[in-house]
């Protein structure tokens, strides 16, 4: 497995993404979704030209930051528990699972300089999943206001397990229509600019609904457990 042979497949498959709906490859970041590799997979990812790492929990994320740190851009992309936020606060850059109010208090009580976050959304309204429902996300936006070490930069989701690829558009689509929806609100406090969805599976559909992030784990750096 080359970590660099697969990031060039990658980048091929997201310039015929960027293309097919009109959009500039350099809207699209890739975050290398480290959790199922070791260091060594990580290094090699960043030694083939990768900026961008996102972990899910807190003792992956730190075992790699101390390898690695801030040479890359940190990103937390999994549920958080509200007991670890002190664990990662310091180190990460990007949080992607903001899903309730406790955890903004406790990461705004935490942190010692802005917080770039990710509301999370449940779009698909399955039960299992985490994140905020659609109809619930601006009362939610308004309530970010008065913690001042949280930016929200934009919405993640998760699309829902299936094969059905209209089922997966139709979520992304709706997630962008939520996106362009909060920045007609121009918050000071939320920007709202990116959009963190598309996986290795659904990457290519992400992008053509409007992803600024796409989230790559077993196509990327493949899988070592
Ligand atoms: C594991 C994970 C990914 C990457 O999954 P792959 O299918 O391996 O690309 C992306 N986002 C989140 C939130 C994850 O937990």
Redesign the pocket.
């Known amino acids: 497995m080359e970590v660099k042979a697969n990031l060039a497949e990658i980048n091929k498959r997201i310039t015929a993404a960027c293309i097919r709906s009109g959009r500039h490859t350099g809207d699209v970041s890739i975050i290398a ?1 480290t ?2 590799v070791s260091i060594e997979r990580t290094k090699e990812a960043v030694e083939s030209g990768i900026t961008n790492i ?1 972990e ?1 929990r807190d003792d992956g994320f730190l075992k790699k930051w101390e390898e690695i740190g801030s040479s890359a851009t940190w990103h937390f ?2 549920s958080l528990q509200t007991r670890k936020v002190k664990n990662i606060i310091e180190k990460v850059d990007y949080i ?1 699972s903001l899903d309730r109010i406790s955890l903004a208090e406790e990461i705004d009580k935490r942190a010692t300089k802005k917080i770039k976050c990710f509301i999370q959304v449940n779009v698909s309204g399955e039960q299992s999943k985490h994140g905020i429902e659609p109809s619930q996300l601006v009362d939610f936006i308004e309530q970010m206001r008065k913690f001042l070490s949280i930016e929200i930069v934009g919405l993640m989701t ?1 699309a829902p397990l299936t094969d059905d690829e209209q089922v997966i558009r139709d979520c992304f689509k709706k997630m962008k229509q939520l996106r362009d929806e909060i920045q007609t609100k121009k918050y000071e406090h939320a920007p709202c600019t990116e959009i963190s969805m598309g ?3 659904d990457y290519e559909i992400a992008i053509e609904e409007g992803a600024t992030f796409i ?5 990327l750096v493949g ?1 070592e457990l």
């Open positions: 979704v959790k199922y996102g899910n992309i999994g992607h998760m996986m290795s599976n989230r790559l784990g077993t196509s899988n």
